[in-house]
């Protein structure tokens, strides 16, 4: 009896065969050539998420263009992944990121992008909405060139670059800023007014 139970305690649990979870691939159309593209590579770098891989074409246009892009990527992403077999060619998640300015066909793009299953990331009425809350709360509702002349007392010379190190330590504030308004707007039943950032 003894030595069945010094066997047992001595014995080590079995290794468990190595698992890798795949990366989640997500594509993301920017409406901005610099700011929206600087910002998520600089926030993909910060947080080391090996299970994402993100991928930004280099396409642009107003918010109808950037849906209009995105659909063609995922269909041609199915496709492919379809023709090799490997589902991890295409897209777990696709996001569209524009802001509102003024658009002509902006709740167009707004109608095809959640008809076509993608996520948004609005800002209104500009990016600089949500860069500005990384350094305070909101300073209510702004022209778009407001915003940058505010922003850039926070970052000075800016001029639609980012550098991602300049804005990380405000990230968890701007978050919070940008649900608050977002709540604030729904209540009144004006969801995504300005200023509101879904970024």
């Known amino acids: 009896m003894m030595a069945s139970q010094r066997r047992n305690r001595d014995r080590r649990p079995a290794r468990r065969s190595a698992a890798r979870n795949p990366k989640r691939r997500l594509l993301v159309v920017c409406e901005g050539k610099r700011t929206e593209p600087d910002y998520i590579r600089g926030y993909e770098r910060h ?9 930004i074409p280099d396409d642009r246009g107003e918010p109808k263009k950037v849906v209009e892009i995105a659909k063609e990527m995922k269909r041609t992403a199915e496709a492919e992944a ?10 777990d998640e696709v996001w569209c990121v524009f802001d509102r300015d003024d658009h002509d066909r ?29 350094f305070r709360e909101s300073p209510g509702p702004q022209h778009r060139d407001d915003l940058s002349r505010m922003l850039r007392r926070y970052l000075p010379g800016y001029d639609k670059r980012i550098d ?5 330590d405000g990230v968890k504030n ?10 604030d707007a729904s209540e009144m039943g004006e969801s995504g007014r300005n200023p509101t950032t879904g970024f």
């Not at 947080?47 to 991928?55: D, F, H, P, S, W």
């Not at 991602?164 to 990380?168: A, N, P, R, T, Y």
Request: aromatic share 12%; charged share 25%; hydrophobic share 45%.
């Open 47 to 55: 947080v080391r998420n090996t299970t994402v891989k993100i991928q």
């Open 82 to 91: 379809k023709r090799q077999g490997d589902s991890y060619l295409d897209f």
């Open 106 to 134: 902006f709740y167009d793009a707004c109608t095809m992008a959640r008809d076509n299953g993608f996520e948004l990331a609005v800002s209104n009425p500009c990016v600089e909405l949500w860069l500005l809350l990384h």
């Open 164 to 168: 991602f190190d300049e804005v990380v």
């Open 174 to 183: 701007a978050a919070n800023r940008a649900r608050r308004l977002d709540a």
